[in-house]
């Protein structure tokens, strides 16, 4: 029953923490349209986009600034640009991670290669809610709503286009357990229970002594 009790209390702590990389339940953001030969892609529902670059071209996603955030080139090098505030806010979702004195978006962008993968993810914050309140477009919750078109600039071979897209409020069933939680805690029950029966027959000659 300790072990029990242990484990889980780790699944309870550990739940929020892997569910926060799961994007929210209750928005949905999806891609409208994407440069051709670049392919974009939602993940987690609202958390972070994908980009592949099949154009045979340089790709440029620009920040919030309009300055060149990353680089997705031909060759399937990737680099981020370490002057552009972007690269610090997109680190974590909720944006609110520090950016270093001297860090402005402006001036020549100096590149970090991170990548030959010819794919980027990031957090971009143009396509996900930012606010701890509900947006004033939902007016029920019950009902799939529309909260805003999105566009993230970017450039292909210099010239200058976008990545567009939906966000939208989705319902959830009310009051439901995370799938997450309830798989961890069965998994345990089954590991505890079959832990229990092997102590039993252990003992069982021993007892009869």
Do not use: C
């Not at 995370?178 to 089954?190: C, R």
């Amino acid at each position: 029953m300790r072990l029990l009790l242990l484990v889980v209390g780790a699944l309870l702590v550990s739940a929020p923490a892997a569910l926060a990389h799961q994007g929210s339940p209750n928005f949905l953001s999806q891609v409208n349209s994407a440069p051709a030969g670049v392919e974009v892609t939602v993940l987690s529902r609202d958390d972070r986009l994908l980009l592949r670059n099949e154009s045979g071209k340089d790709v440029i996603v620009e920040g919030y600034e309009d300055e060149p955030y990353a680089r997705i080139a031909a060759d399937g090098t990737v680099s981020v640009n370490t002057n552009s505030k972007a690269y610090y806010i997109n680190e974590e979702r909720d944006g609110q991670v520090p950016v270093p004195d001297g860090v402005d978006s402006k001036g020549e962008p100096r590149w970090k290669v991170v990548s030959r993968t010819g794919r980027f993810e990031w957090h971009d914050h143009r396509m996900h809610w930012m606010s701890k309140g509900d947006p004033e477009q939902v007016k029920d919750k019950s009902v799939r709503t529309k909260v805003f078109d999105w566009k993230v600039p970017v450039e292909v071979d210099g010239k200058p286009s976008d990545i567009t897209g939906t966000l939208f409020w989705t319902p959830t069933p009310g009051g439901s357990v995370p799938w997450v939680l309830i798989v961890g805690l069965t998994l345990a029950a089954i590991a505890v229970l079959g832990a229990v029966t092997v102590l039993r027959h252990r003992r069982r000659p021993a007892e009869a002594w």
